[in-house]
Each structure stands twice: as structure tokens, then as C-alpha cells.
């Protein structure tokens, strides 16, 4: 049995190496050794200020992610080569790696289906109805890259099928069929092991990692028309972004302009009952620099957005945090999720997201 003073030596010297790997892996990533040789690990250990012992161990690390291996005569090479896919733009995967190769995509299925719920929820469309799902492997100068699978409404989906879905980006054939721009997107990212068909089709080992990417597109009016779910070999493709700290969070209460004027208003709710509507030609305050703020909702009638209350969760912020114009906030008395400005782009993350299906926009006609 090894004595304490032995195991935190052990202990040290794995903390080290991981230290170590991690930098020599962001170095070969950036491509900080042209001819792809790493420098001896002579100079290693005094770049590191580590034992020859510790930057073996990395190396040895890095040999397990496939990334380098070590060549008799040469040194230490990198034989495998990591693609940068940006998280910061909305793009495709041939126009995200148009600079290291081409993309080719293998069509595993293309054709309508009946929506999952979820699905149906996600892209605005009702329950049962038929979507188009299209599932493609994604290779880069025939190297599997990812699979992935897409939902598309009907009207968006069933021109692409007859379009060049082997050598296009689902992106640019959806601008090109709507004649309009695609503007944002909701993504969640999250790791997972191959199981054994994802494995069997991106050319990995059962159980290597993925990284596994939701992302629901809008176009620029903030419909939404492009759900996927994409699978990623994670010895092939880096996420990346730039990401800058603003001077609030989106979670923050409103700012001291947009906050209404008026004292002694209360939240909306749906219990109120429903009074006269606005007279015509009547609108709503608009925030802007030299004029007043932004009007508090007082009644139902004025309300863009509405909440049945007897849906909402108690405490849920989804809504909440997807609105970008912080128009709805959460009710102190009641923890249930309310209009409090009369400002909205009907762009839809809030009722998209509502687990419950409490949130309806109510669509101005000539936006629908």
C-alpha cells in the first residue's frame, strides 16, 4: 500500500499533466507548430516549469484523444486535425468550414412526418400536423463530421426536398426558397457518448464523444423554421465563441427609463375582467430617447402577449428570460409571469419555450 506522501505525489503529477495537455492541446488547435512536430520534451518541461516524467503524461494524454503520436526518429507529431465551429454567427456547416475543405452531405431520409409534440411546439406549428424532417450525414472532404437531423414546417421544408440537399447548407435553400434572411436562433449544447448507430455512422468507437447541438432557427420576422439536432464527433470539431460581458443581465429588473411612470398600478391578470377597448387611432407609448416611457399594461385588451395563469408555473422565468425587450416580468404577489410593458416584436421565444403552453401571442393581422 502506497503511503499518503506517495499518492498526492501521484496526485500532483496527474494535476500538472492535465495542465499541461490542456495548453499544448489549445497550441496545436491554433496551430502554433506549422510543421506539426511539438518541441521536445526537454523544452517542454522547462516551458512548463514540470518534470519530464509530468509532460510524458500529458503527451500520453493527448495520444488517447488521438490528437498526437509519437514518431521514432521525428518526435512527437499531430496526426489529426480539430475544425473551429463558431457559436457567434448564425451559419452553416460549409460556410463555417468553407476554408479547409468541402462539405458533402450523405441524405439518410428526406420527407414529411407527423410533428412530435414538442417539435410541433418549437416551430409554431399545430399538434399532428405534418412537418418535412430531413437527416444527412455531414462529411468534410469525406470525413464524417456530423449528423444531423432537421424539422422544417411544411411550406418551408417541401421546396427544399426537390432542391440540391447533397451539396447545399439547409440555410442558404431556406433564404433562397423564402426570399427572406434568417435572424436568430435559440442553441443548446450539451456532450454525450455514441451509442452504438451514431457510432456506427460517424465512423467513431461506441461510447466517444459527441457534442450534441439543439438549435431552433428564425427567420428575420422571428418565425420560427429550422429545428435541429445535430451529433458531432468530438475529435473533429471545436466549439468556439467571442462573447462579451455586458453592462446588465438580461434577468435584471427593467432599466429606470422603460420603468412606467404611473404609481399605484398593479401586474396585470387574467382574472380581471376585460374592459372597453382602446379607441381607435390610440397607441401606446414607444421608448425612445426624447420621448415618455414605455406605457404599463392596465388592461387585457392592450396586452400583446397573454398568460393563462391557471397554466403558468409558479416561479418559471422562461418566458421571462427569452423576451428581449424585457416586456414581461414575474408578478411578486403571485410568482406567475405577466405583460408589465406595451412593447413586443412577436418574435415568439416566450411562448416557443413555455413548457406549459401558457403563453399566446396575440398576432396583429397584418403580421400574421
Avoid at 518526435?75 to 468553407?98: F, Q, W
Avoid at 449528423?147 to 431556406?174: E, H, S
Avoid at 421571462?320 to 421565444?349: N, R
Wanted: charged share 25%; hydrophobic share 40%.
Amino acid at each position: 500500500m502506497s503511503s499518503p506522501r506517495t499518492s498526492d505525489a501521484r496526485r500532483l503529477r496527474a494535476d500538472r499533466a492535465r495542465q499541461v495537455a490542456d495548453v499544448i492541446r489549445r497550441q496545436v488547435l491554433g496551430r502554433a507548430y506549422p510543421d506539426g512536430v511539438l518541441p521536445d520534451e526537454l523544452f517542454l518541461a522547462a516551458e512548463f516549469s514540470v518534470s519530464r516524467n509530468t509532460v510524458r503524461a500529458a503527451l500520453d494524454l493527448l495520444r488517447e484523444e488521438g490528437l498526437i503520436e509519437r514518431s521514432p526518429g521525428v518526435g512527437t507529431v499531430v496526426v489529426s486535425e480539430k475544425y473551429p465551429h463558431g457559436l457567434d454567427r448564425l451559419m452553416g456547416l460549409a460556410e463555417t468550414l468553407r476554408e479547409h475543405g468541402g462539405i458533402t452531405n450523405d441524405v439518410r431520409a428526406a420527407g414529411p412526418v407527423r410533428a412530435p409534440t414538442a417539435v410541433a411546439r418549437r416551430l409554431g406549428v399545430a399538434d399532428g400536423a405534418e412537418v418535412v424532417y430531413i437527416e444527412r450525414l455531414r462529411r468534410l472532404d469525406g470525413l464524417p463530421l456530423s449528423l444531423d437531423q432537421t424539422y422544417l414546417p411544411m411550406d418551408i421544408g417541401a421546396p427544399l426536398l426537390a432542391d440540391d440537399l447533397p451539396g447545399r447548407d439547409i440555410f442558404g435553400l431556406i433564404e433562397q426558397h423564402t426570399g427572406q434572411s434568417l435572424g436568430s436562433a435559440s442553441v443548446e449544447l450539451e456532450a454525450v457518448n455514441a451509442d452504438l448507430h451514431s457510432a456506427a455512422v460517424l465512423e467513431v468507437p461506441r461510447g466517444a464523444a459527441l457534442m450534441v447541438l439543439e438549435r431552433l432557427t428564425r427567420l428575420a420576422d422571428g418565425r420560427p423554421v429550422d429545428l435541429e439536432f445535430i451529433r458531432m464527433r468530438g475529435d473533429r470539431l471545436t466549439m468556439s465563441a467571442e462573447l462579451h460581458r455586458g453592462r446588465g443581465e438580461r434577468r435584471a429588473p427593467l432599466p429606470p427609463a422603460r420603468r412606467p411612470a404611473q404609481a399605484g398600478q398593479r401586474p396585470l391578470s387574467l382574472s380581471d375582467p376585460a374592459p372597453p377597448a382602446r379607441r381607435p387611432g390610440r397607441r401606446a407609448a414607444h421608448p425612445c430617447p426624447k420621448g415618455p416611457p414605455v406605457a404599463l399594461v392596465n388592461h387585457r385588451a392592450d396586452v400583446p402577449v397573454t398568460i393563462d395563469e391557471s397554466l403558468c408555473i409558479t416561479g418559471c422565468r422562461l418566458c421571462v428570460d427569452m423576451c428581449p425587450l424585457d416586456s414581461l416580468a414575474i408578478d411578486p404577489e403571485t410568482g406567475k409571469a405577466h405583460m408589465h410593458v406595451d412593447e413586443c416584436w412577436y418574435c415568439g421565444p416566450c411562448a416557443a419555450r413555455c413548457p406549459t403552453g401558457a403563453v399566446e401571442i396575440n398576432m396583429p393581422y397584418l403580421l400574421r
